[in-house]
C-alpha cells in the first residue's frame, strides 16, 4: 500500500511539473512575443516576467555585485551579422539553502538562453511567420524555472541561475558575463547548459536525448550523470556524448573560451526539422521529455550543491582552431562566418562512435516512417559503414582524419533532421 501510495504521490506530482512548464513555454512561445529579440519592447517584457517569477520562487537578484538587481546589463560589439553593437540583458539570480544558511559561494550555475530570433523560415504551413522559438528556447527557460521551483529544500550550498540574452547573435551574454562576473565563480563545480530541448529529432527517435560533456568533471562527474539518467530510463533514452559535439553551438562554450575549467554538461535535443522556423510552436514540443529532462536536473542539482569543485578532475576539451584564433579569424575574412570550421575543431572520444551510431540505425531503421529520400539513407548509410570502419580499428587508432569524420557524421545527421518533410 504505502509503495502504490508514494507511486501516486510522484505521479501526481509530476503532472503538476509539466503543467506549469507547458504554461510557461505557451507565454514564452506566445506570438504577442514576436520571438524574444533582444533590444526589442518584447524582450524587456520577458525580462519582467522573468523577474516576477524569480521573485514568487524567492530567488535572490545576483545581476549586481550588490545583489540587489536581477538584470546584468551588456553591450557588446562583436554582432557577426551585422558589425552593429548589441545592448542586452541577462537575468542572474541565486538560490540560498532554505534549511541551513551559509555564506558559501554557488556551487553550480544553470543557464539558458531566453532570446531568439526575429526572422526565420515559414515551413509546415505554418499560420504565420513568427519566429516563436518553442524549443528553442522557451522549453529550457521554463524548466530551469520549474528546477529552481523546490530547490532551497534539499540543496546544501548555494545554485546560480542565468538566463542568457544574447545568445541568438553570438553568445553575446555569457561572454559578457563570463568578462566581468557579478558573483564569485571560484567555487563552482560544474555549469549545466539547455538549449534546444523537447524535438523529436526523428520517428524512432521521439523520446531520445542528448547530454554532452561529462567527460570535463572526470569519472566521477560521468558516474553522477550516468545515474541520474538511468533513474529516467523508462521514460527517456538519454545519450551521453562528449562535448565536441556542443562547441559553439550554445553558452557553455564560453565558459571554454574564457578558460573557468568547470566541468560543463549540455541538455539538447539538436536541431530537428522546426529548427530556427517558424513551426518552432508549442504543439510541437514533447513535454513527457521535457519534464523527465527536468527531474534529471533536479536531481543532478541536489547532489552537486552537496559537493565542492575538488571533487572532479577537470579535463580541459581540445579545441583547435576556435573562435578569436587567428587562423579562425583568417578563415572568417575569407570565406565569410559559415565556413566549415567556423566552430573550431573539437576533438571527439572514442566512445562517442557507439552513441552517433546507435542514432544513425534508428533513423535508418526508421527510413520509411521518416520519408527518407533513397539518396538520404545512401548516405546515412555509407556513413554508418564508415564509422564501423573507424569503431575496428581501436581506440588507439582514433587519428585527426577520423575524428574530423565522426564530427561531419554528426552534422550531416542533424542536417538531415532539418531536410524532414513533417514533424515527428
Known sequence: MKQILLGLISVGFSFIVQAGIKEDVT????????GRVTGTAENLEVQNWLIQRLKELKIRPAGNTAKTSFQYPFANSYDFKTQEKIHGTNIMGI???????????????????????????KKF?????????????????????????????SIQSPVALAFWDGEESGLLGSDAFLKEPSFDLSQLNAYINLDIIGLNLYAGLENHHMIIGSETGGAKLEKLVKEMADQESSKVTYHRLSYAFGHGRSDMSSFIRHGLNVPLLFFSDGDGPVYHSSSDEVKNINFDKVSSIAEVIRKLSIQLSKMSASEFEYRQPTIFIDKGTFLQI????????????KT????????????????????????????????????????LNSMKEIKAKGNKKLFGMDNYNLLKAAAIFTATTRELTFVP
Open 95 to 121: 538560490v540560498y539553502p532554505r534549511k541551513n544558511w551559509t555564506e558559501e559561494k554557488p556551487h553550480l550555475l544553470i543557464g539558458a538562453h531566453y532570446d531568439h530570433i526575429a526572422t526565420c523560415w
Open 344 to 383: 573550431g575543431f573539437p576533438v571527439p572520444t572514442y566512445s562517442d562512435l557507439d552513441v552517433v551510431m546507435e542514432l544513425y540505425e534508428k533513423a535508418i531503421q526508421n527510413a520509411e516512417r521518416n520519408k527518407l529520400k533513397p539518396e538520404s539513407v545512401k548516405k546515412l548509410t555509407d556513413l
Open 27 to 34: 507565454y514564452l512561445a506566445s506570438d504577442k512575443l514576436n
Open 330 to 341: 583568417v578563415l572568417t575574412k575569407i570565406f565569410g562566418t559559415n565556413h566549415m570550421l
Open 125 to 153: 504551413d505554418a499560420e504565420d511567420s513568427i519566429c516563436n522559438g518553442a524549443a528553442d528556447n522557451a522549453a529550457a527557460v521554463a524548466v530551469v524555472l520549474s528546477v529552481a521551483q523546490n530547490l532551497a529544500d
